[in-house]
């Protein structure tokens, strides 16, 4: 396909490829569309297949303009990149088309892979301070499992205290109306947050009585309506419970798991928060490496990129919050709050993204067959799943093999950075 091509540079990641397909192409794929859909075209008062051509033509023009210049452009902006070694990334965005039967001239805004400039990413100097397990972490998840298995026992004999349960009905009133009752409900008495209005007022209370709670809701508080605005609930204490904690002794760890003794637990629990701890460490060692690469490469950033990256963050961050209970009407409204701090982690992930993707080019490297072998390992001890479960999963599914296989080749790069670097702690 001869086609008539101009480019003009828009900025470093984004030409503008002005493209004329000959009449003879055009003229040619219409002949083609109109030939392959006339032996099945049913037209009223011809055999099928057996219909003058300009008859299938009058019956079928809409499709076949739809059609056709589908494929045309598709087509043509295949040969144009090819021709003009044009290195594309992302989807082309079409304009100012001209079409009939006998032309077609079109636009399109294409973003090109930018070149990346880095002086030097072997024997970076990073400064990490690898974080450690300490005893007030230890005896904090301990605490967690007495707490998880702590017995609630009915008070009888004394009024309501800080710390306690109580079972209660209430219903608010707010601005002379009452959006809210609810029978049974649970309410911890601590003083902090918002329930510390209900630890002050409902001290001393006892089981059967009934007080009102005033309160001044927060500015920031979800229900906007009552944000900012004094309430009253007029809550029932029905029974008062207690939380009885077990103690910590040999028969305790008997009973979270298959431990003989409350040491055995203790190094368990400390082995695992080593390990939570050393993947956080890893973590914040890579983002140190990123942080170091950012500032010794220059280069333009494709901002459709960056948006098509924005677009994937902004989605998930909804889905989350309304996984947290949120309406979708309110998830989209936090999400748009965020939006330009996303669009920072949008374009920092994009930029990074390159920046590997451009040393694994310098240096030659690849994922390889045992690459993958030990990731789907990794993957069947973290999910407890089969060997052949795993591979299975990820060899039958294209889009799933090529993802892992850019997590792989991002990780091959960012661990040989790191064993090239000079990593110390910060002096003190």
């Given amino acids: ?46 055999r099928p297949g057996h219909a003058p051509r300009n008859v299938v033509a009058l019956h079928y023009k809409d499709a076949a303009k739809s059609e ?55 024997g970076l100097e990073i400064k990490h301070e690898p974080l450690k397990v300490n005893d007030d972490e230890l005896r904090e998840a301990i605490q967690k499992l007495q707490d998880a ?3 609630f026992v009915v008070i009888e004999n004394r009024p309501v205290q800080e710390g306690d349960f109580i079972i209660c009905d209430y219903s608010l009133e707010v601005n002379g109306k ?29 089981a ?24 009253k609930f007029l809550v029932q204490v029905k029974e008062i419970k207690e939380k009885k904690l077990p103690e910590l002794n040999d028969e305790f760890a008997r009973e979270v798991g298959e431990y003989q003794t409350l040491e055995e637990l203790r190094t368990s629990i400390r082995k695992e928060l080593e390990k939570n701890k050393h993947e956080e460490n890893d973590s914040r060692l890579d983002e140190a490496i990123y942080d170091e690469l950012i500032k010794r490469s220059k280069f333009d950033v494709p901002q459709g990129i960056v948006e098509d990256r924005l677009k994937h963050l902004l989605e ?34 994009v930029r990074i993204s390159f920046i590997v993707d451009e040393i694994g080019k310098r240096e030659n490297l690849e994922v390889l067959e045992h690459d993958f072998e030990e990731q789907y390992r990794k993957i069947s001890e973290r999910f407890r799943r089969s060997m052949d479960e795993i591979k299975s999963y990820y060899e039958q599914d294209e889009h799933r093999k090529r993802s892992l296989h850019a997590q792989l080749d991002h990780q091959k790069v960012i661990r040989w950075v790191r064993e090239k670097a000079n990593i110390k702690a910060p002096k003190a």
């Fill in 1 to 46: 396909m001869k086609l008539k091509i101009h480019v003009k540079n828009i900025s470093a990641c984004e030409k503008k490829l002005s493209i004329d397909v000959p009449e003879e192409v055009v003229t040619d794929e219409f002949n083609q569309f109109y030939e392959a859909i006339s032996k099945r075209a049913k037209i009223p008062g011809f």
């Fill in 68 to 122: 056709v210049l589908k494929e045309l452009v598709f087509k043509s902006l295949q040969n144009a990149v090819e021709t003009e070694e044009i290195s594309l990334i992302g989807n082309p965005k079409v304009e100012n088309v001209d079409f009939a039967e006998t032309r077609l001239k079109f636009d399109a805004l294409v973003e090109v892979r930018p070149k990346v400039k880095i002086d030097r990413y072997a």
């Fill in 149 to 151: 298995r702590g017995k």
């Fill in 178 to 206: 009452s959006p809210e009752k609810k029978v049974g409900e649970w309410i911890e008495l601590r003083r902090e947050g918002f329930l510390k209005y209900f630890t002050e007022q409902l001290t001393g209370a006892q």
């Fill in 208 to 231: 059967g009585e009934s007080r009102t709670v005033s309160v001044t809701f927060p500015k920031d508080y979800p229900q906007k309506e009552w944000a900012d605005q004094p309430g």
């Fill in 316 to 349: 998930d961050r909804i889905e989350m919050f309304k996984r947290y209970g949120m309406s979708e009407e309110a998830a989209k409204e936090e999400g748009e709050k965020l939006k330009k701090t996303l669009h920072s982690q949008a374009e920092r992930e």
